[in-house]
């Protein structure tokens, strides 16, 4: 095959990524695929206005269906986000014969078993690496690189605005509400990022890296998600003076027969590998039975790390094309999982050590009460700090616990929103120590 065409439907920040490189390296990706890349169609509502990108507009269409149903196009690049009509698209494009490349998290982590099952069912290809981690290779490295290993543990900075957001508030001391403001600035979240801050996004991300690992789709429903919206200037800076730092982190490991699978703001020694992960960066750290410890680091977010990573999937696909290849690689890289269900442990048998920041009337015996609570349900303090600054009229009582069951920390939790002495609801982040 001397050229494969493309058809691309979202000229957006992605879109406009992906071409500009398609472009610019033309040269050097034509002599690695060992065939001519064609843009055949691009696709977008939007046809005025400027993506800084020029194109021949006799390629430009408003209707994705210009593109799936070209029979000339054979790999569909899917740009426009969203569950419906790129799900209606995605379809329709491997009911087609059509190849198949998509950054869409949303979609994977939500319809997977659908999209994976389409992909199997018409024999074609579905690349995904610019779902996770902007430019990083995570799939690729997880679907090839790491494909003879049982996968044990996934932690990753999945969410890039959110990194950014806490790192500003770490490093300038600056509200929550204001971080969020000089990070819409920079174009990295989504609109609105109601979905990067409260751990949406990493947690979609997170579905397709475990799923990946394990080779079936998972129920996003049942990962557990927390973001980032009740932290403070104080809260980091309690962390601090305790030796930690607070990261958006998604975690999943292996258990066996059930995978842990969770999305919350955690504190992190200040020499964890992943405490100096600043701004939009992301990184993710997966582990392997034989090969043991990996790390992954850059930019998790933008539109030219993002479109490097869909061009990589096209090459990836054209190479296939090229050489007379289907289908090497499954959707989620196991041909033998089929049938096999994978659950994700409910997030109360969680066993780890806690933050709490309680808003406290400043009077005699208040702690008392609380650490009375606490024991009352198994839980044992380690470390408490409470300093004369009043907010709103009331004082921070800052505890770091002991290793406790999530059960018994909301049984506690529960119980101490119901005492007078306490004035807001408590907030709790999570620690992880390795
Ligand atoms: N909005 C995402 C982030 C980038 O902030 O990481 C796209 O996945």
Redesign the pocket.
Known sequence: MERVNIGIIGFGTVGSGTVEILLKNKAIITDRVGSEIVIRKIADLDLQKDRGVSVDRSVLTTNALDVIDDAKVHIVVELIGGTDKAKEYILRAMEKGKHVVT?N?ALLAEHGKEIYGAAEKHGVSLAFE?????GIPIIRSIREGLSANHIKTIMGI???????ILTQMTQKGIPYSQAVAETLKLG???DP?T??VNGT??AH?LAILVSLAFGVPVSFGSIHREGIDRLTPDDISFAGEFGYCIKLLAIARNLGNKVEARVHPAMIPLDHIMANVNG?Y?AIYVEGDFVGPNLYYGL???KKP?GSAVVSDVIHLARQLKNGAKNLIPPLAHVGSKGREISIRPMEELHTSYYFRFSAIDRPGVLSRISGVLGDHGISIYSVIQKGRKVNGSVPVVMLTHEALESSVLKALAQMDQLEVLTDKTVVIRVEET
């Open positions: 950054a998290k610019a779902s996770v981690g902007g999945l969410n890039g605005t959110s990194n950014y990295y979240a989504e990022p979905l990067d996004d990493a991300k939009v992301n998790g977010a933008g993002t």
